[in-house]
């Protein structure tokens, strides 16, 4: 195996793919039927979820492993480095263990965070295929969507262009009276692209008013559409299919909401995903399962992978361990109040990922800039940035132990750290109640991961009380300023007058009840200013505008300048990957 410290990741990932396992040594070790593995070539595949859930529906869970992270950097702290370095060491120890992990989507791919592959030796492989379209579910996302909006636009057009008599008589539909200042849809994309967040379509050309509806409109990255987070939350095909019908793309001129169902396209965009239902199964570099399935951001979505991935491996693996996005304030917290009451699993333990690196940003070190040499603060020692920046993670161990479950804080070590920093982390980590371990999978695999490996199954091994934050019968301005309150440590909440009016319309609905509550909130501060580091006070959350979700069933309070699609910065990824004309092989994909 090559050397992390001397080779890049894609270098890495393509000397561990000349011995890995088959798609099908895989799925017999993992202990999958060969009828239940739908191969895509001979190192990847799918999982036909209804058949493994059928089979083994009667068998007992294995353990359930959330792993989260403090505050992060905008250069990632490693949270899917260590799901699969944690498997790793579950591994080596003897134990059956597999993860699930999100679908790296373009944007970042080809931006600045990489592929979310894992790095160093906690990897997961083959890495090109996994990082570039892979089975194609962010394609079908894709389609599904934006047939709806297809759906959207040619129904306004031609609502436009004719009378009620001939519209019905071509198309058999009465006139759904949509309002053309009050879309709540847009188009998606799967890469950052600023210049595409605000549009105009429908400019009339040689075909006039035929050529469509000329309207402001706009395009969102492929990950945070609403079908994605149908993907991620759906227990099954009948529950896709139900949710897929209650999209809301627009609003009639009498403010009543016109659904994906009222336009006819939701079985066709129910079509686009049947395949993309079943959760895709690759390996780590030491050959261990990794189930990829479904993408969605956790700062502006929901954040998690799938809910069917986490119910098949549950059922594979003594030790299941599923990855959600960013910090605790963000992933976690939608994790436990969102996904949990989705699958109605429990989780027995949760890891906080945490670099000496994030701790030092925290506690006043000049923050770490993408695509620039790191300060030399965080290459030297220097015990008290990191003693202050502990308040952050004290902070998110204090989140996890509200949900009544056992943290496990994982310091992610890097060669630039000292014993005395992390001495410092492990007492204070440790004084608050929390188990540590030092884990150096990125640079040894899943020998560098055996403390953590062990911290997991004994706090496993625990008695959980886990427990909802809130009801779902709390009125959502109440969940709000808990949230608030509880997990970013906001003294309050300010509502804009137009989110005050939404929420109140949405509290109305006879659903009301049963909608989730899934926050856009940055995720470089516990508070909703991402210049804010460490555990701030005396702030109040503030919110601009509030969406809702009807098929994900969420409501979408959203604070800050957050935008549904990023940018692509002056420095991205992009440059530096390119062909080997000879084998064909991707390099300088990270």
């Given at each position: 195996m090559l050397d992390p410290k001397g080779h890049a990741d894609w270098e890495i990932a393509q000397e561990a793919e000349k011995t890995m396992k088959t798609i099908y040594q895989i799925g017999r070790d993992l202990g999958l039927e060969e009828s239940e593995l739908l191969p895509y070539g001979h190192f990847m595949g799918k999982v036909d979820f209804r058949k493994v859930l059928d089979r083994l529906g009667d068998r007992p869970n294995g353990k359930y492993v959330d792993v989260t992270a403090i505050t992060p950097t905008p250069l990632g702290e490693g949270k899917s480095t260590t799901t699969i370095g944690l498997v790793q060491g579950l591994g080596r120890r003897g134990r059956r263990a597999s993860a699930a992990i999100r679908q790296p989507s373009g944007g970042p791919t080809m931006g600045v965070k990489g592929s979310a592959a894992g790095g160093g030796l906690s990897q997961c492989i083959p890495l090109t295929q996994y990082s570039l379209g892979f089975t194609g579910d962010i394609n079908a996302v894709m389609n599904a969507h934006n047939l709806a909006m297809v759906a959207l636009t040619a129904r306004m057009q031609h609502e436009r262009n004719y009378t009620d008599e001939k519209l019905l008589s071509l198309s058999r539909m009465p006139r759904l009276n949509i309002d053309p200042t009050n879309v709540n849809m847009g188009w998606v994309m799967d890469f950052c692209c600023q210049a595409l967040r605000n549009v105009i379509i429908g400019i009339d050309g040689v075909n006039g008013r035929s050529d469509g509806f000329m309207m402001r409109s706009r395009f969102d990255i492929a990950v945070s559409s609403e079908v994605m987070a149908i993907l991620a939350v759906a227990r099954d095909l009948a529950d896709m299919r139900r949710r897929m019908g209650r999209i809301i793309v627009a609003y009639d001129r009498d403010g009543k909401p016109v659904t994906t169902a009222d336009l006819e396209v939701d079985g066709a965009m129910t079509a686009w995903m049947v395949e993309a239902l079943n959760p895709n199964l690759i390996q780590t570099i030491e050959g261990q399962p990794v189930f990829v399935h479904a993408g969605p951001f956790a700062n502006i979505a929901i954040g998690q992978s799938s809910v069917i991935a986490d119910r098949v491996g549950l059922k594979l693996s003594e030790y299941h361990v599923t990855e959600s996005g960013f910090g605790a304030d963000i992933g976690y917290e939608k994790f436990w109040n969102l996904k949990c009451h989705y699958s109605g699993l429990t989780p027995d333990a949760a890891v906080i990922v945490a670099t000496v690196r994030a701790l030092k940003s925290h506690g006043g070190a000049p923050a770490p800039v993408p695509g620039r040499p790191l300060p030399r603060e965080y290459s030297e020692e220097n015990v008290g940035f990191?003693?202050?920046?502990?308040?952050?993670?004290?902070?998110?161990?204090?989140?996890?132990?509200?949900?009544?479950?056992?943290?496990?804080?994982?310091?992610?070590?890097?060669?630039?750290?000292?014993?005395?920093?992390?001495?410092?982390?492990?007492?204070?980590?440790?004084?608050?109640?929390?188990?540590?371990?030092?884990?150096?999978?990125?640079?040894?695999?899943?020998?560098?991961?055996?403390?953590?490996?062990?911290?997991?199954?004994?706090?496993?091994?625990?008695?959980?009380?886990?427990?909802?934050?809130?009801?779902?019968?709390?009125?959502?301005?109440?969940?709000?300023?808990?949230?608030?309150?509880?997990?970013?440590?906001?003294?309050?909440?300010?509502?804009?007058?137009?989110?005050?009016?939404?929420?109140?319309?949405?509290?109305?609905?006879?659903?009301?009840?049963?909608?989730?509550?899934?926050?856009?909130?940055?995720?470089?501060?516990?508070?909703?200013?991402?210049?804010?580091?460490?555990?701030?006070?005396?702030?109040?959350?503030?919110?601009?505008?509030?969406?809702?979700y009807g098929g994900a069933g969420f409501v979408v309070p959203v604070s800050g300048k957050i935008t549904l699609m990023p940018g692509t910065g002056s420095n991205p990824a992009f440059r530096r990957v390119d062909v080997d004309t000879e084998t064909g092989k991707v390099k300088g994909i990270f």
């Open positions: 990191v003693e202050a920046g502990c308040c952050n993670l004290l902070h998110h161990i204090g989140s996890v132990k509200k949900s009544g479950v056992s943290p496990v804080v994982c310091i992610n070590a890097f060669v630039t750290d000292t014993d005395a920093e992390i001495a410092r982390v492990r007492e204070l980590c440790e004084a608050a109640g929390a188990r540590v371990a030092l884990s150096r999978h990125w640079e040894l695999g899943g020998e560098g991961a055996l403390e953590l490996a062990d911290a997991v199954m004994d706090a496993c091994n625990e008695k959980t009380e886990f427990t909802p934050l809130y009801d779902w019968k709390m009125p959502f301005r109440e969940r709000i300023e808990l949230v608030a309150r509880e997990i970013y440590g906001a003294e309050g909440v300010d509502f804009s007058a137009e989110a005050e009016t939404r929420l109140e319309n949405i509290q109305k609905r006879d659903d009301a009840g049963e909608l989730g509550l899934c926050m856009v909130k940055t995720h470089l501060s516990l508070s909703d200013d991402p210049a804010l580091k460490g555990a701030p006070r005396g702030w109040r959350l503030k919110i601009r505008d509030v969406l809702i």
